[in-house]
């Protein structure tokens, strides 16, 4: 349908710490999951919202979105095992299918029966198969860039680093070039002058915590075959209300995979972010911001 595909255009000024009318306190909190301890924030009260980060990314991903949804929801902002400050239990199953199940487990442990789920990036694929796994358990669904079975990028990249000869001078160049870091967090954005200033440092804290490149690669060695699963069972959450958001100028995840993807999806709405690149709950938070809150206000019944 014509009026589930929106395009929105973005100023180009700086993005803006997010000032919302009522400020809401963000707890750190912790549990305990087969052993491992799990990180996760959470802020403000309603209907429980469960927010998944991207790949090496962490709940600081969401720092300009959590004060302006939690104003609407009760809002878990989780760092996935081996990622962010949680643990990085050794030989930790990285598939989506696995991720899944922990977050399933994450919920259970802190009580939330449903929520809304909102994932980017490789969390928006870990989201789609919890939703498959559990569709009971998601009223809506909102997906940021996705990784799914109809984008080539990251295909090619995960055979050659999950490679045994490449893995281990990938370990060992990954955390002393500081450069290669710098190259491909700048590449996330569609335009470099909406960078936020604590944006690189922000990542690359965590990623001094032995065995984050360990579980990145870990998360590539299963990447295609999670793929092929993935593909296999969105048939099952078809029916669940969705919003795709998807930056016109993502270098990470293909912008032409969105509509492969929404094509699949019977209740669903796909907004695209005219020159926005990966990470558009950073790069233009306030236009982030009111676009998911007024899918879930006009989906709140």
Known sequence: MSDQNLKVAVNSALPTEIEPRHKFAVEERWITLDGARMRYLCAGSGRALLLVHGLLGYSFSWRFAIPALAQHSSVFAVDLMGTGFSDRPPDLDCSFRASAQRLLGFMDATGIASCDLLGTSHGGAVSMMLAALAPERVRRLILVDPVNPWSVHGKHLSVLLSNPLVAPIFLKLAPRVRI??????????????????????????????????????????????????????????????TLLIWGTSDTAVAPASAHQL????????????????????????????????????????
């Not at 699949?264 to 809150?293: A, I, S, W």
Request: proline share 8%; glycine share 6%.
């Open 180 to 241: 290669l870091d710098e190259f491909y967090h700048r590449r996330m954005f569609g335009d470099p002058r909406r960078i936020p200033p604590d944006s690189l440092e922000g990542y690359r804290k965590p990623m001094r915590i032995s065995g984050s490149y360990e579980y990145g690669l870990a998360v590539l060695r299963s990447w295609n075959r999670d793929l092929k699963e993935l593909e296999s069972v969105l048939p099952r959450i078809a029916d669940i209300p």
């Open 262 to 301: 929404q094509q699949r999806l019977q209740d669903c709405r796909l907004v695209m972010l005219e020159g926005v690149g990966h990470l558009p709950y950073e790069e233009v938070p306030d236009e982030f911001n009111r676009t998911v809150t007024a899918f879930l206000s006009a989906n709140s019944h």
